[in-house]
């Protein structure tokens, strides 16, 4: 198995710009979540889903932020406009099941906002 | 108040030395798990252990043993006879609330240095 596939690894962009992050969770977990990890704010659970439908959203910053899973092996975390202050190690994960199995971590996209 | 609470922001251990790191939760529910992660410097976040709160045994995985005190809601993570890679910034984590409303937090992490 691949693991958790996240893409771009890395994205710089310029504050106002629309930024797309990509994951493929492996294959036959039902749940994935996003996560966003600061220097201040460590390690914040944005989002999370289970078989494809949004379970939690209450750890999304703002409505700039937007989170979407149209199949099993797909998800996106969507921010715009961005804005510096979103610059963050954003990480995806996903779990067989959520209660008491542990998540498998993506290598986390490092995003940069000028 | 805060929901996962780990003391020790950074600590210096010697090579081959046993590491205890703290962890202490605060939750209502009955049930729930409780979660170690470690986080190399590379970047990725690398599971370790887990304990259910029903679990009347410790959680142990190879070097990896967790110290759950129930009644003190404490789960701190031992590493017993430490190595260089165990360099890294370990968090604890807690999932709580029913099936389908879960809500799961990290700590804000122990950086562990282990010299040799």
């Known amino acids: 198995d691949a693991g958790v596939i996240q893409s771009p690894r890395h994205e710089v962009t310029e504050m106002g710009q629309e930024v797309t992050l990509r994951c493929k969770p492996i294959?036959?977990?039902?749940?994935l979540f996003w996560y966003r990890q600061t220097m201040m704010r460590g390690l914040e659970l944005l989002i999370y889903?289970?078989?494809?439908?949004?379970?939690?959203d209450s750890g999304m910053p703002e409505d700039r932020f937007s989170a979407k899973m149209p199949n099993a092996s797909f998800s996106t975390l969507k921010i715009q406009p961005s804005e510096p202050r979103d610059s963050a190690v954003y990480f995806c994960?996903?779990?067989?099941?959520?209660?008491?199995?542990?998540?498998?971590f993506g290598p986390g996209t490092r995003l940069t906002v000028l | 108040a805060q929901k996962i609470t780990q003391t020790q922001p950074g600590m210096f251990v010697q090579e081959k030395e046993a590491v205890t790191l703290d962890c202490t939760y605060d939750t209502s529910d009955q049930s729930y798990g409780l979660f170690w992660y470690k986080q190399p410097s590379s970047g990725e976040m690398i599971f370790l252990i887990y304990?259910?709160?029903?679990?009347?045994q410790n959680a142990t995985e190879g070097r990896y043993s967790l110290n759950f005190q129930k009644a003190r809601k404490s789960a701190n993570l031992v590493i017993s006879a430490s190595q260089l890679g165990d360099s890294a910034m370990y968090f604890c984590a807690m999932r709580e609330g029913t099936e389908g409303n879960e809500k799961l937090t990290f700590g804000t992490g122990t950086r562990l240095t282990i010299i040799p």
């Open positions: 889903f289970n078989n494809n439908v949004p379970i939690d």
């Open positions: 304990q259910g709160s029903y679990d009347e």
């Open positions: 994960a996903s779990s067989l099941v959520i209660l008491g199995n542990e998540q498998f």
């Open positions: 294959s036959g977990h039902d749940y």
